[in-house]
């Protein structure tokens, strides 16, 4: 009975210790899990976004067209006085030969800056994950206007992770510049209002004439050149969208 009584001790501190050793392992395993989502995908995507801007200001530069005589290169154009008329066509600009330049799905034709929050990243057409946002990128909403467009020009950028370029546009307050870059335009928008939650199905958000359908109070009522950024709220989580609207100020040539 003694020795029976021994091994069935033995076989019970074997199994805990067993069991420790899993515990421990799975944390490991939790924790790998967690660095790559806060750290290594931050560190790809943020890399990723980087080389894309470098990229699209080499190609701006290098495929520049000389300012008509008699045109100031840093002229600015009160957003009044519809900077958008006889302007390059805000999609990626006109080639030489006149033609309009369109992104395609995916493609990286423009680049953000958000001064205040110290964001610099590229905006590329759609807002799939992987070919858009996981990248670092800001996405714009396909149905909705380009840049310096009558309109409402809709994007989407992560909270957390993969680059996160979204994360403190909840910082952003009336007044604060948002400046977005095309191949021959540099559009000034000015942030407007801020709503800090709303259902992930508001689609009114984006809409020509931005206002919220869960929450009326928030948005316009009139046409103009409108500028949205969403983002997921509270952070960590998808549940709710955080909503950032601003009007066009100014647009000048690059």
């Not at 421990?24 to 395993?29: I, S, W």
């Not at 995916?106 to 946002?133: E, F, M, N």
């Not at 989407?156 to 910082?171: L, M």
Request: proline share 7%; charged share 20%; net charge positive.
């Amino acid at each position: 009975m003694v020795q029976g009584g021994r091994a069935r001790r033995a076989w019970a501190a074997r199994g805990l210790w067993a069991g420790a050793e899993l515990a421990v392992t799975f944390g490991l395993l939790v924790l790998l899990l967690v660095a790559h989502q806060l750290w290594w995908t931050n560190r790809e995507a943020r890399a990723e976004a980087g080389h894309t801007v470098h990229s699209l200001e080499e190609e701006w530069g290098s495929s520049r067209v000389p300012a008509p005589s008699g045109t100031a290169p840093d002229e600015q154009v009160a957003a009044g006085d519809d900077p958008a008329a006889g302007a390059p066509h805000p999609s990626g600009g006109k080639a030489a030969s006149g033609a309009k330049i369109t992104p395609h799905g995916d493609q990286a034709y423009a680049v953000i800056r958000i001064p205040r929050i110290g964001v610099t990243a590229p905006i590329a057409q759609g807002i799939s994950k992987a070919g858009v946002l996981d990248k670092g990128y800001v996405g714009h909403y396909v149905q909705s206007a380009q840049p310096g467009q009558v309109g409402n020009f809709a994007l989407a950028g992560h909270r957390n992770t993969h680059g996160e370029p979204f994360r403190y546009i909840n910082e952003l307050r009336a007044g604060d510049q948002v400046v977005v870059e095309t191949r021959d335009t540099v559009f000034t928008y000015v942030v407007d209002s801020v709503l800090p939650q709303t259902s992930s199905r508001d689609s009114g958000t984006i809409a020509a004439v931005p206002r919220s359908d869960v929450k009326p109070s928030y948005g316009y009522s009139v046409p103009g050149r409108y500028i949205t950024l969403t983002t997921c709220t509270p952070e960590f989580t998808s549940t709710y969208r955080l909503v950032v609207w601003g009007k066009l100020q100014a647009s000048r040539p690059r």
